[in-house]
């Protein structure tokens, strides 16, 4: 087994195991498998890691499981290179046997310099063509008043 990480030195823990940031924390007892949505939801949009609550190095990891790769993303944040091995040790969902009529899609390569990002297409109203000309304006009205 692995030992805890030094960053999860300061984490609580829970049976001699460390209780991630990220877990729900129900009755003062960790649910280990299971997601705080307030805390998940920081770690994604601060960088954070799921297992120190730290803010992650520019690279960073996740934890796929084979139904997350069939969906094309995975619902839980990212880890430090140290505290992935402990987590994938003895999180409860990634050591449990892995499904045997899942597979995973094959992806294809992200390039060197990052996938590409493309802003969907807009509809375009259709221009007017010599065969259509377009629609002649009214001629302005005199109004009187008073």
Same mark, same amino acid.
């Given at each position: 087994?692995?030992? *805890?990480?030094?960053?999860?030195?300061?984490?609580?823990?829970?049976?001699?195991?460390?209780?991630?940031?990220?877990?729900? *924390?129900?009755?003062?007892?960790?649910?280990?498998?299971?997601?705080?949505?307030?805390?998940?939801?920081? =770690?994604?949009?601060?960088?954070?890691?799921?297992?120190?609550?730290?803010?992650?190095?520019?690279?960073?990891?996740? *934890?796929?499981?084979?139904?997350?790769?069939?969906?094309?993303?995975?619902?839980?944040? =990212?880890?430090?290179?140290?505290?992935?091995?402990? +987590? +994938?040790?003895?999180?409860?969902?990634?050591?449990?046997?892995?499904?045997?009529?899942?597979?995973?899609?094959?992806?294809?390569? *992200?390039?060197?310099?990052?996938?590409?990002?493309?802003?969907?297409?807009?509809?375009?109203?259709?221009?007017?063509?010599? =065969?259509?000309?377009? =629609?002649?304006? +009214?001629?302005?009205?005199?109004?009187?008043?008073?």
């Amino acid at each position: 087994m692995h030992s *805890i990480p030094q960053r999860c030195a300061r984490r609580p823990l829970s049976g001699g195991l460390v209780v991630p940031w990220v877990s729900l *924390i129900h009755g003062g007892h960790a649910a280990f498998g299971s997601l705080d949505a307030d805390r998940a939801r920081t =770690a994604f949009l601060r960088r954070l890691c799921q297992i120190c609550g730290q803010f992650l190095d520019e690279r960073c990891y996740l *934890i796929v499981r084979p139904a997350d790769a069939a969906r094309g993303h995975s619902p839980e944040p =990212a880890l430090h290179s140290e505290c992935l091995p402990y +987590a +994938a040790a003895h999180c409860p969902c990634s050591t449990a046997p892995p499904p045997t009529t899942a597979t995973a899609p094959s992806w294809p390569p *992200i390039p060197p310099d990052g996938p590409a990002l493309t802003r969907p297409a807009r509809a375009r109203p259709a221009r007017p063509t010599k =065969a259509t000309p377009p =629609a002649a304006a +009214a001629p302005p009205t005199a109004t009187r008043h008073g």
